[in-house]
């Protein structure tokens, strides 16, 4: 084949060279800008997992980077004034300019052509060479700015995504032992520092800010010398002394790079022009080498190329995407980490480490006990409130159990995990009234293991029923129905039994949930509030807007089914302000069109439900924790979204609520969520850092990995689980 | 986990003969359902009229669809039909529907191909009113009419399935990607207090026995040859040994599927005769 190669990096000079190595007759040329010496940025990371596919590729030069490459297995977090290493985490570095020297090299030594200076700015005109039609295969490794790319942008549909934060990356005379983060706050902002070693005597240094921050400093007009003093300065308890170097160093946006397709004709891209991911997860160079493992192996079991170049984005693509998914979730965290900063440092590195997704409670326990034990330790017994020891020194624990299995005490009431258990529902009730089915549910659940058990939701009233089999707190023999469940409870288990309030709205007089949601009864309907006179579904009866008095009325409801709830032994009460029912329907612009003062702004569309809570709350004993369900987001454009959840959050804990409980979508038929386990943990972790208040959170949980790892890192404080053992 | 078998209705060279015997064979075991495809620009049969045929010569067996591509379709004679075989069939019905994935299929029933998805959604939003209706008949033999399921990938479907039907249909591949969309279609029902849980069905193609793998891999590359090198990759999923059936379905059952079905690439009754053997063990 004859082969062009477009851009002299990591990823174009191995492909070269494991092509032309699988078959000398290949006729190959890599065409680089820039002169053979020259380059761009510092060092390189692989993971070992990466390393062992280059033994696997090409032993030669395996050997050669391993003989250079630094090597360490730890990672340190400078936060507030501690340094928290965690270990177990195996990564390599290695100079980018010893690097491609070594490539360079072995290119030549097996006949690969190298021509450097061609700066090409057509690609009808490749000088020294024929035009691009005269190859068997072009693979464009021109980088994030790919030249070829722009050309048939029309093909590739590339989609550019640019960055909020601004960075540098600069190198540094420092010596560090391991990957590090520094977080540091000054007057300006905060910064952080991404950086890890990857030779002797260098490192590489990444500043990273926001751009407010970044402005504020004056970096916006600093230069390069006046950026290189400034972050000298800022981190210079840190760099002991050491220099920051430069090397055409500005601060850019990082820029993710999409494209619908990486592959024209016999053209393909490889590398960042094809894909990019944050740097805060791993390197470009080990995408773009990975990429060309994967291609050049293509070409040994096809002789086709377009079929070879089809094999090759069939098998890349996934594991691509799957990367670039996890990096913007790293990318997003850093974006957002002004939040997290409340976070004690134990919790906050936890919260670092664990924030792709990738790494949970189980591996972190598995890359380093010590870590791990030292977060359930600080976990059980924060520093902030140390226990009263003789001669007053603070001890802590020396042992403790893992997150979840540590007690949680709202108000008066302690709960002795911070696992609650739901039962699905069954709509099995007669005009409110729990039954033997209901009470075996909630026995099982509560000996079974759970904290706080959660009834499935009562209404408050029977026109506030969802079916007609809904459990109630409205008629005066439901106390002692309910009584009998939460005595045998508290009498047999250390559970404690909490009641969700709720009043249907528009998604009331349905059919039981067997056969789907929202279904009309076809006899024996009752009429419907909501906010506005709105149907949920266009087979939908239309509700009434509710007026001055159906909201008293609902208010006097749901204060005398919080004044029975407490005479039926319940330890906790939760209001529902979720899923599109009445409460949820006044707080979402789609639903609420009113135009009085409970209509428009968002003050005034959270006025009833306040009013509400303010109700239940004047009643329910002072000592007795009070919950809200609430809708973190309707997943609808122009619903109901997280910045507004977070000043209702904000605005409902200054009214004496305790608890959220995190919920999502359902507002309308349209919502669309991201269904799957752990969709809502992203909500509750920014409800929780942002409206500073505790949350609760499902969504499918199975596992306790999944609920320590979001205990740890501090994304929640009460978990609602769906035990794998309770399908059995 | 239940296994059942495709019949070969999609596959060229499949005679009447060789449907009716199918049938009738997959009726005695050791197999719980006798499913059918649905492709329209192509040599095969119709998924509901087979289903038709299929019911009135078996007894026991579960009748399925997976999928039908539901857009192309009418909703009233979809529902009348579909009712039709449920009765037909004495209450054996379970239907799945899809969206499909071929263009062609819409340009030839001359059905807008963009807005296949809201289509989908109304005819979800009206199928059981149909099969209601007293006016409408027939009803029904299952109380709440046939076992209804949704079959796709995209958010949208687990939303459609949560809403409107009884389960989700996953559309083949390794027993991983089945689990994946599986957790999807567990999140959505417990969110939405739906009682229960979906009932979860996969598929997966065989062919066993002497140059069967090369006939059954030559039928997949042919049928998917409309998702370009991706029929590859369906082809080289075929299980062509005991050994990898057994694998497949142990993989499904331990990732929760309700009810697998193996079709057929090879349009030879040996085929469900040297599965029944496989499966009886």
Redesign the interface.
């Known amino acids: 084949m004859n082969v062009l190669i477009l851009g002299g990096g990591p990823a174009g000079l191995y492909f070269g060279l494991l092509l032309k190595k699988a078959d000398p007759a290949h006729n190959i040329t890599v065409i680089e800008r820039n002169p053979a010496g020259a380059t761009y940025g510092w060092g390189v990371v692989f993971s070992d997992r990466t390393l062992t596919s280059f033994r696997e590729a090409d032993p030669k030069t395996y050997r050669q980077i391993t003989d250079t490459f630094v090597l360490w297995e730890a990672i340190d977090v400078y936060y507030r004034d501690e340094i928290i290493r965690i270990g177990g985490n195996v990564f390599a570095g290695l100079s980018r300019r010893v690097l491609l020297n070594i490539l360079q090299e072995r290119c030549r030594e097996l006949g690969v052509r190298l021509i450097f200076e061609a700066d090409i700015t057509d690609l009808a005109q490749l000088p020294g060479v024929a035009g691009a039609d005269d190859f068997d295969l072009v693979v464009a490794a021109d980088g994030v700015n790919s030249l070829t790319r722009k050309t048939y942008a029309h093909i590739f549909k590339p989609d550019l995504d640019i960055g909020k934060s601004k960075f540098i990356w600069f190198g540094t005379t420092k010596i560090f032992d391991a990957f590090t983060f520094i977080f540091r706050e000054n007057e300006h902002g905060l910064f952080q520092v991404h950086a890890y070693p990857f030779d002797g005597t260098t490192g590489t240094f990444i500043v990273e800010c926001a751009e407010e921050v970044w402005r504020r400093a004056g970096l916006d007009q600093a230069g390069e010398a006046g950026s290189i003093a400034y972050c000298e300065k800022l981190f210079a308890p840190e760099l002991g002394g050491a220099r920051l170097l430069s090397n055409r160093s500005l601060w850019v946006n990082f820029v993710t790079v999409k494209n619908k397709t990486w592959r024209h004709g016999h053209i393909v891209l490889l590398g960042d022009a094809a894909h990019t991911a944050h740097f805060s997860i791993g390197s470009g160079t080990k995408l773009a080498m990975e990429d060309a493992i994967a291609l050049a192996n293509m070409f040994e079991q096809h002789r086709e190329v377009t ?1 070879a170049l ?2 090759y ?2 098998e890349r693509r996934p594991r691509v995407e799957a990367l670039q998914a996890a990096a913007l979730e790293s990318q997003t965290y850093f974006e957002t980490i002004r939040r997290t900063l409340d976070l004690e440092p134990l919790q906050f590195t936890f919260h670092l480490m664990s924030r792709s997704g990738r790494l949970g409670y189980n591996n972190l326990r598995q890359r380093d006990p010590h870590f791990s034990e030292a977060v359930d330790r600080w976990f059980a017994s924060p520093p902030s409130t140390p226990p009263p020891l003789r001669g007053g020194k603070g001890g802590g624990r020396l042992i403790a159990p893992s997150p979840l299995f540590n007690p949680y005490k709202l108000r008066e009431l302690t709960l002795v995990n911070r696992l609650v258990l739901t039962p ?4 099995s009730a007669s005009d409110g009234l729990p039954n033997e089915t209901h009470a075996a549910q909630l026995d099982r659940l509560a000996l079974g293991g759970a904290g706080l058990v959660l009834t ?2 009562a209404a408050a009233s029977p026109t506030g029923r969802i079916t007609p089999g809904d459990v109630g707190m409205y008629r005066p023999e439901h106390i002692a129905a309910w009584k009998r469940i939460t005595d045998f409870i508290h009498a047999n288990s250390t559970a404690k039994v909490g009641l969700p309030l709720n009043h249907a709205g528009r998604r009331g007089s349905t059919r ?8 009309p009864l ?1 006899t024996g309907n009752w009429p419907l509030l909501a906010a506005s006179a709105l149907p949920y ?3 939908s009866q239309i509700p009434k807007a509710m007026d001055h008095a159906d909201m008293e009325q609902v208010c006097h409801d749901f204060a005398q089914a919080a004044r029975m709830a407490g005479e039926a032994g319940f330890d906790l009460l939760q209001l529902h302000f979720g899923h599109g029912y009445l409460l949820a329907g006044f707080l979402s612009p789609l639903t609420n069109r009113r135009d009085d003062e409970y209509g428009g702004s968002l003050e005034n569309r959270l006025r009833f439900p306040l009013e509400l809570f303010a109700a239940v709350r004047a009643v329910w004993p002072e000592d007795k924790p009070l919950a809200v369900a609430l809708n973190v987001t309707d997943f609808v454009a122009g619903g109901f979204d997280q910045d507004e959840a977070v000043t209702v959050a904000q605005t409902l804990r200054a009214h004496g609520c305790d608890l959220i409980e995190v919920l999502a ?2 507002t309308t ?1 349209e ?7 752990g ?1 809502l943990t992203p909500l509750s972790d920014w409800v929780r850092s942002k409206a500073g208040i505790a949350t609760m959170v ?3 949980l199975t596992l306790t990995d999944e609920v320590n790892t979001i205990l740890a890192a501090g994304r929640a404080d009460l978990c609602v689980m ?1 035990p794998l053992a309770l ?1 059995d | 986990m239940h296994v059942g078998v495709g019949l070969p209705n999609t596959t060229p060279g499949a005679d009447r003969e060789l449907l009716i015997n199918w049938a009738r064979q997959a009726d005695e075991g050791p197999f719980s359902n006798l499913s059918v495809l649905d492709r329209l620009v192509y040599d095969s049969y119709e998924p509901l009229t087979v289903l038709a045929a299929a019911a009135v010569i078996t007894q026991r067996i579960r009748l399925a669809t997976t999928i039908v591509i539901s857009p192309l379709r009418n909703t009233a004679l979809l529902a009348k039909e579909a009712a039709t075989v449920d009765v037909l069939s004495g209450g054996r019905l379970t239907l799945g529907l899809a969206v499909g994935a071929r263009r062609d299929d819409y340009d030839a029933a001359g059905v807008e191909y963009a807005s296949r998805g809201k289509r989908l959604t109304e005819q979800l939003e009206a199928l059981r009113a149909y099969w209601e209706d007293e006016s409408f008949g027939p009803r029904p033999i299952q109380p709440n009419g046939p076992e209804l399921l949704i079959g796709g990938g995209s958010d949208h479907t687990f939303a459609r399935m949560v809403r409107y039907a009884d389960g989700y249909v996953h559309g083949g591949g390794p027993p991983k990607t089945f689990a994946r969309a599986a957790e999807k279609a567990r999140s959505a029902w417990l969110d939405a207090g739906r009682p229960g849980q979906p009932r979860l069905w996969a598929m997966g193609y065989f062919a066993l026995g002497g140059d069967a793998a090369e006939t059954g891999h030559a039928y997949l590359r042919d049928y998917y040859a409309f998702t370009g090198p991706f029929a590859e990759k369906i082809a080289a999923g075929l299980l062509t040994t005991p050994q990898a059936i057994a694998q497949f379905i142990r993989g499904y059952a331990d990732a929760g599927c309700d009810e697998l079905v193996l079709f057929p690439t090879v349009p030879a009754l040996e085929q469900l005769q040297r599965l029944a053997e496989v499966i009886g063990h």
Do not use: A, I
């Open positions: 079929v089809n094999e984005e069939l699905t529902p069954g709509y499935e939701p039981p949930r067997s056969q789907g949601l929202d279904r076809r579904t266009r087979h979508g359902q038929p919502s669309n969520p991201p269904y799957q386990p969709f499902g969504g499918n769906h399908d």
